[in-house]
Each structure stands twice: as C-alpha cells, then as structure tokens.
C-alpha cells in the first residue's frame, strides 16, 4: 500500500503585493515555521508556488493563504505523495512570478486581460472541434515528455522565448487558440500577449494539465507531464494513456526524465534505464568524464548545488 502521509500543493495567484521583497522574507518564515519545503517565488505581481509537507502543514498554509484578502481566490492543485517533494524550503523575490520579459504591467496585465478560463471538462469538449488550435506554451524538455494529442509545440528553451514565436502564430489568427501549461501561470500571460497581438478568440486551460488530470481524466494527453519538484514528471491520463518521449540517447520510448549528473550540465533529458545505468545519469560521454559528476541513484533528480561562479585561471 503506497502510503501518503504527505501532499504537494501546487498554486499561483495574479494580485499586486505592496512591499514584496518583505513580503517574501516573512513568508520565508512562516513556511518554515511549518516545516514545509518547497520553492515559491514572490513578485510585485503575485505568487507562485510549489510547497510540500504534511497534510496538517499543507492544509495550515492554504488557509494563511486564503485568510489573506489579496490571495483569497487562490486555487491549490493538491497530490498525496508518500515523501516530500522537495528538500529546502525557498522563498524569493523575483521581477516576475514566471519569467516572460514581459515586465510592463500596462502591456500585459493578467488581472485586467487574459485569455477566457475554460474549466477541463469545457476544454476537453472543445479540443476536437474544427475551428481550434491547441496551442502548448511550455518549453522543449516540457513537451517532449507529453502533451495534447495535436497540440502546436513551441521550440523555445525557456517561457521567455515565447513573445518571439507570436509570429509564427499568425496563420491562425482567424481560429479559436486554446492555450495550456503545467498549473495555468504561463496561460495567463500568454494568452495576454495573443490578445495584444490582436488574436482575437483565445482561451485558456484554467489549472493547466495538472487540474485536467485531477478533472477530466487527463484524456488525449499523451506522455507525462513535467513537474518542477523532485517527482520529475507525473501521470495526467487515467483514460486513454500512450508513451511519447523517447530516450535521448538510444531512441527508445520512455517516460523516463532525469537531469544530466554533471552539474555544470544539468541537462533534463529523456533517458531510458538502460542508458541510465551505462552513461550514470548523464546525457553525454563529455558529461560522464566531468569530474564534478553527482553519483546516480536511478532517479534523475539532484538538490541543487551552488554554482562556481568563477574559476581561477592557473
Ligand atoms: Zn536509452
Ligand atoms: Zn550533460
């Protein structure tokens, strides 16, 4: 029996924060004060979260959360895990609560225009009509572990990346876009920016993957989907399930997603067992031969190590 005494809750909330950098030394305190881990960034603009720890810690926090009048509509994504997700407990304060570049609040202002929130089940309906794109506006180590079955993918490396791509949009001005991500944070501000570009029917999955899962079945997912905690990726579809990801190294299909063991890599790659085991969790032979190599423990997953920032010439 998997036993799950613990949760990972999983939240964001678009609300102006007054003070934030203080905000998010105190809240530092507070979630440690609950023995909790996890990572949340705070900004001027909002929160964003991922914590874990008991059920009794977990439920603690969420209602600090909602007791506080500027996040009250805060909506938790909870997982029963059997281990915490995380090791540390961090607390920063950022430009952004997820980094567009898109710091202009009179641009692009999640709590004035957004795309319209389809609730999963609204999504799943519309997903096969004729008229709509399925646009994923996640990163490439993202979709390539899993996403909606015809889903547009984007080739970007990082959410940043996304205002550059709008262009190649263009062609489907005329359609319903349909945008989605892990938890719904990047859908606020990407469907924002669609809206200013003059797109003019553009929706968004309300919850992202993760409540699709949890309320639709997860159905026409494909893959798994990528979680930013130690549990790499998670399942999304109890209905119709299919592996698409393959191994990086030998192409065979896997779900499996590590981090490469060289730190100064840290690559996420699609790595089957096999390969795993042959190549000690890095994505390369260069990697392997690092000697600054992190041993492998078949999971992929590393807490983070401080980066030298300097070397020293000799
Ligand atoms: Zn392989
Ligand atoms: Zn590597």
């Known amino acids: 029996m998997l036993m799950t005494n613990y949760q990972t809750i999983l939240y964001y909330c678009y609300s102006p924060i007054a003070d934030a950098e203080q905000f998010a030394a105190d809240h530092l305190a507070f979630c440690k004060s609950l023995n909790l881990t996890g990572r949340i960034i705070v900004a001027d603009e909002g929160l964003n979260g991922t914590v874990s720890g008991t059920k009794e810690s977990c439920e603690a926090y969420m209602e600090a959360v909602h007791a506080d009048a500027r996040f009250a509509k805060t909506e938790f994504k909870i997982d029963d895990v059997a ?17 567009s570049g898109l710091r202009d609040p009179n641009i692009i202002n999640p709590n004035k225009q957004t795309g319209k929130h389809l609730e999963p089940t609204e ?22 572990l899993g996403k909606f079955k015809n889903a547009i993918t984007l ?33 606020e501000k990407a469907s924002a920016l669609l809206l200013h570009h003059g797109f003019e029917n553009v929706y968004q999955l309300h919850g992202g993957i993760i409540k699709y899962g949890k309320e639709a079945g997860g159905e026409d997912f494909e893959g798994k989907c990528y979680v930013f905690d130690n549990r790499i990726a998670v399942d999304v579809n109890k209905v119709n ?38 190549l000690l969790g890095c994505c390369s032979e260069t990697c392997v031969s690092n000697p600054r190599r992190r041993p492998y423990d078949g999971t992929g997953y590393y807490v983070k190590v401080p980066q030298q920032v300097k070397v020293p010439m000799k």
Not at 83 to 99: D, L, N
Not at 246 to 272: L, S
């Open 83 to 99: 281990e915490p997700s995380f090791i540390k407990m961090h607390c920063r304060y950022k430009a952004e609560i997820v980094h």
């Open 123 to 144: 999504f799943q309906k519309m997903i096969h009509d004729d008229d709509v794109v399925v646009l994923d506006v996640r990163s490439n180590y993202e979709h390539n």
């Open 155 to 187: 080739d970007i490396e990082n959410f940043r990346e996304f205002p550059d791509k709008i262009e190649e949009l263009e062609q489907f001005k005329g359609k319903k876009i349909l945008t989605y991500c892990t938890g719904g944070i990047k859908c």
């Open 241 to 278: 399930p299919t592996v698409v990801s393959k191994c990086y190294n030998c192409g065979t299909v896997t779900p499996k997603m590590i981090n490469c063991a060289n730190p100064e890599c840290n690559e996420h790659v699609t790595q089957c067992d096999a390969c795993g085991e042959k």
